[in-house]
């Protein structure tokens, strides 16, 4: 009934004039509707049956968007509330918590997103690494998503101050302290930041409007050139496919009263008519329909633990003491064990390193070799020194986050975890 | 536009092209220097570097944490000194060991000696000793603005 009615209103003069085609029951029409419609030409009308199977990418990347699209509309919800002022940012925290209906699932789910988002862009990346989908042509789209990484990196970390909870603040004081020790703009770059010299109301605004404003506007306009860029690199990567071997076509006799055009005539013994040509099919309603379905497994993974545990609100902020230890967010860690060893090194030079060797990667390895399969065996080096450094980095945050005690003194994560006596007379 | 004439500009070309480019530089440039000389504020509302504590007497023996400005201030009889407890790695506040004669620091574990100086961990500086004074209405100030050496008290 309600695709009968859907239908009927495709049909009228209203309906055609938004939906050029209706619920598409032809392949012609199936073409139509992913070439004429905004939301669905994003896609190409076919893609390649690769695309269509799960191992292929995992869905990695288009959950990391996914993630972001809730992110945009829970925080656009949350901003109704929120003020960014230093005597109000924690009050309307808990505004949100106790007063605002479905506040707390609001926060919730944006923190749950937040977090989620940071893992599956990383897996995203690990996917095209351990893929080889990076190699040229596709070395200027791996560069784009090294600037979405670290675009979701400053939305997190900007996004972390706003509660204005001992834990934003602090985790922001080493945060920008950390910026404070890149050579010659170190300085400068840390008072542009905080728009002072402390962490106080210039600090929170600035963070706000970044947050808010500039970052997901670049984010928006990367994710577009990002998706843009699959397509006109051919879609996803794939291994060399042998040129398909012309088969003899049988002669048919085919009756001569009928005329045939050559409309998706597939090999094989008969003309088949509507079967797809080549390893090619139709993204409605194969790709879209897989689509949809992730679409909803995401909305599950963030809503079941939106429900189940609240976001963390610590006390409200106090510039003179901070909490012992002060930790910063969950993916911070490695960076703040590598910081507490040496902030030059471990806060500017490591990350700076890390981030020019993923830039550099695909301008210099660009052997077509591996390229669409997991982990080929033509790539051991790469794959090697990627593993490698990937779990050094899972290795200092499992340390920075349950391996540091009190005054970021080494302990064990079972012994009984006592905050430090504040010693201050 | 005369194109394609073997790298030969006419004049008016040469002039077009020179001043239409200088115009597009100029017009990119100040617009991006403005920009970011718009970030720098001009105006900063943050508490005075100066700091106006109570009177010396009003301190007892020892060390006493002062909140406002993240400062200890040691007497020692008739001497006033004081320390700054801002971590010279990334901006904590240190806590008086336990022994009372240095400065741990909980985010990063940087340790200072009784002067200030780092003993070890991660903090490139010694803690700064700003200078005491006293005012005119016998009243202590402590300004960050202004260095000493640890050494270097107020004598009352």
């Given at each position: 009934m309600p695709k009968r009615l859907w239908m009927l209103f495709c049909r009228s003069r209203v309906g055609r004039s938004i939906?050029?085609?209706?619920?598409?029951?032809?392949n012609l029409e199936r073409m139509q509707a992913a070439v004429s419609s905004f939301v669905l030409h994003?896609?190409?009308a076919k893609v390649h049956?690769?695309?269509?199977?799960?191992?292929?990418?995992?869905?990695l990347g288009l959950i990391s968007l996914y993630l972001f699209i809730i992110l945009a509309a829970t925080g656009a919800l949350l901003m109704f509330y929120y003020v960014p002022a230093t005597d109000q940012a924690y009050q309307s925290m808990k505004d949100l918590e106790f007063?605002?209906?479905?506040g707390q699932v609001v926060r919730n789910i944006h923190s749950w997103a937040a977090h989620l988002m940071i893992v599956f862009v990383v897996l995203h990346m690990c996917r095209v690494f351990y893929t080889a989908a990076y190699k040229p042509p596709r070395e200027f789209n791996w560069l784009i998503g090294l600037g979405l990484f670290l675009l979701t990196l400053g939305l997190s970390f900007t996004g972390?101050?706003?509660?204005?909870?001992q834990l934003a603040y602090w985790a922001i004081t080493v945060g920008t302290g950390i910026a404070g020790y890149?050579?010659?703009?170190g300085d400068k770059m840390k008072f542009i930041l905080l728009?002072?010299?402390?962490?106080?109301q210039a600090a929170l605004i600035r963070f706000y409007v970044l947050h808010v404003v500039a970052l997901p506007a670049v984010m928006v306009i990367l994710i577009a050139i990002h998706l843009w860029r699959v397509r006109r690199d051919g879609g996803l990567a794939r291994p060399e496919e042998p040129?398909?071997?012309?088969?003899?076509?049988?002669a048919i006799a085919l009756p001569q009263t009928k005329t045939y055009g050559?409309?998706?005539?597939?090999?094989?013994?008969?003309?088949?008519?509507?079967a797809p040509a080549d390893d090619l099919v139709f993204t409605w309603p194969n790709l879209l329909f897989r689509e949809i379905l992730i679409f909803l497994f995401v909305f599950a993974l963030v809503l079941v633990p939106a429900i189940l545990w609240n976001a963390p609100l610590e006390e409200i902020?106090?510039?003179v003491y901070p909490p012992n230890p002060a930790k910063a967010p969950w993916y911070f860690l490695g960076l703040q064990e590598l910081v507490s060893h040496?902030?030059?090194?471990?806060?500017?030079v490591v990350p700076g390193l890390i981030v020019t060797a993923l830039a550099v990667l695909p301008y210099l390895d660009?052997?077509?070799?591996?390229?669409?399969?997991?982990?080929?065996?033509?790539?051991k080096v790469a794959i090697t020194i990627f593993t490698v450094c990937l779990l050094t980095m899972l290795t200092l945050t499992v340390i920075g986050r349950w391996f540091r005690g009190p005054n970021w003194a080494l302990q064990a994560?079972?012994?009984?975890?006592v905050a430090a006596e504040e010693r201050r007379p | 536009m005369s194109e394609g004439t073997g790298g030969n500009l006419n004049r008016r070309d040469f002039i077009r092209l020179t001043f239409g480019w200088a115009a597009a530089l100029f017009a990119t440039g100040a617009s991006a220097a403005a920009g970011a000389r718009f970030?720098?504020?001009?105006?900063l509302y943050e508490p005075d570097r100066r700091y106006k504590a109570l009177k010396p007497d009003d301190y007892p023996e020892g060390v006493t944490f002062i909140a406002e400005i993240r400062t200890f201030l040691i007497r020692n009889g008739d001497k006033f000194r004081a320390v700054s407890?801002?971590?010279?790695?990334?901006g904590c506040t240190v806590n008086l060991s336990a022994d009372g004669k240095g400065f741990h620091c909980p985010c990063h574990g940087s340790q200072f000696d009784e002067n200030g100086a780092?003993?070890?961990?991660?903090?490139p500086k010694s803690l700064p000793w700003p200078a005491v004074s006293l005012s005119r209405d016998g009243r202590l100030v402590i300004d960050a603005s202004q260095q000493v050496p640890p050494s270097q008290a107020l004598v009352i």
């Open positions: 939906f050029r085609v209706g619920l598409p029951t032809s994003i896609h190409p049956a690769r695309t269509l199977k799960f191992s292929t990418t995992l869905g007063v605002v209906t479905a972390y101050l706003l509660p204005w909870d890149a050579p010659l703009v728009g002072g010299h402390t962490v106080g040129e398909p071997t012309p088969q003899q076509m049988p050559l409309m998706e005539l597939a090999r094989g013994t008969t003309p088949s008519v509507g902020a106090n510039p040496s902030a030059f090194w471990g806060g500017v660009r052997k077509p070799r591996g390229v669409g399969v997991w982990f080929s065996g033509q790539r994560p079972w012994k009984p975890y | 970030m720098i504020p001009n105006v407890a801002v971590c010279t790695h990334l780092v003993v070890s961990g991660p903090a």
